[in-house]
Nanobody, 112 residues
């Protein structure tokens, strides 16, 4: 069970911080998991955006490298995805997953 938040409407060039929280996870379990952010734009396939592993090593899809960052706060059982220099093509529903559970997603809309 994961819960995303932080989406919204922003102008191109703007920033957002998305949160992925695991409220039902216990700390000793959460710290072992990699968390991946995905996004899906209307009419397009779901795309992997970024992953952070248990050692806080991160990876990003090419289209967001240099603009997005990811971090985790294990004490809050939360992973953050920082979206900077947003572009209209970043518009999508962003969801997180630990490989088993999924959140409901949060909408990010970037206006030009």
């Amino acid at each position: 069970h994961l819960v995303e938040s932080g989406g919204g409407l922003v102008q191109a060039g703007g920033s957002l911080r998305l949160s992925c929280k695991a409220p039902r996870s216990i700390f000793s379990t959460f710290i072992q998991y990699s968390i991946t952010w995905y996004r899906q734009a209307p009419g397009k396939q779901r795309e992997l955006v970024a992953t952070i592993d248990s050692d806080s090593k991160s990876s990003f899809t090419d289209s967001v490298k240099g603009r997005f960052t990811i971090s985790r706060d294990n004490s809050r059982k939360t992973v953050f995805l920082y979206l900077n220099d947003l572009k209209p093509e970043d518009t999508a529903v962003y969801s997180c997953s630990d490989g088993v559970a999924w959140g409901q997603g949060t909408q990010v809309t970037v206006s030009s």
